[in-house]
């Protein structure tokens, strides 16, 4: 059965790729499962229907075969457990790589994601100008560290997994912050997961959908 996800039918990214169904279909793509797309609108996402398959009213959601899943990351680990390709088989390795999708939604998001908050909806208050720099140093913390961690390596444990799927997923979000640029071996690091066949369908399948609204950002 081709599993079935949802998808913003005009994503407030405007084509970036930075959309939770993003990850999703990235990791269908390095794992070769076909998949069907449902678009929803905002008023779509808090009605009933969807709300039945995703409590919070959000997307992305997952729907293949009687099982109905939510969470990005839970969505991607399901994949990673059942298809070869993003989860190594040595069982150490493999709880290790598990470990890196945790750190990335668990570690390095929510920083990232408190700044973001803070660009878009907090630039007109009064605590803003001394806010930003705090935000951005916790961030910097984090950085230094998978830095550290990375070091020349090509990947975070051995061979491309789930962990680097995610992890260059939450790391994307920096893109426009400047930040990476401050850290050659992550801004790299990112570059090679864009620059990964799987990742370029999927980029360009869910760009797609905002080109033909019309309503993509330019490049």
């Known amino acids: 059965m081709t599993p079935t996800i949802t998808a913003f039918a005009s994503s407030p990214d405007r084509g970036r790729g930075l959309a939770r169904d993003m990850p999703v279909r990235w990791a269908l793509e390095e794992v070769g499962r076909a998949y069907d797309v449902r678009l929803v609108s905002f ?24 099982l109905v899943l939510f969470e990005s990351g839970a969505i991607v680990l399901h994949l990673a457990e059942r298809h070869a390709g993003l989860l190594p088989g040595e069982p150490k390795a493999r709880a290790r ?79 426009s912050s400047g930040l990476l640029d401050e850290v050659p071996n992550l801004r790299a690091y990112v ?11 999927a980029f360009a399948a869910q760009r797609a959908v905002f080109t033909a609204a019309g309503n993509v950002a330019q490049a």
Not at 43 to 66: R, S, V
Not at 142 to 165: K, M, N, Q, T, Y
Not at 191 to 201: K, N, T
């Open 43 to 66: 008023a779509e996402m808090k009605q009933p229907a969807h709300c039945a398959l995703h409590p919070f009213g959000q997307i992305p959601t997952y729907e293949e075969d009687g």
């Open 97 to 175: 790589a598990i470990g890196w999708m945790f750190a990335a939604l668990n570690t390095l998001e929510p920083p990232i994601l408190n700044r973001e908050v803070a660009v878009l909806v907090e630039r007109d208050k009064p605590w803003y100008a001394e806010r930003l720099p705090f935000l951005e140093d916790r961030i910097r913390d984090r950085l230094r560290d998978l830095s550290a961690r990375l070091g020349e390596a090509d990947w975070l444990e051995g061979d491309f997994s789930a962990g680097d799927l995610q992890m260059v997923t939450v790391l994307r979000r920096l893109a």
């Open 191 to 201: 570059a090679r997961g864009e620059a990964r066949p799987a990742f370029q369908r």
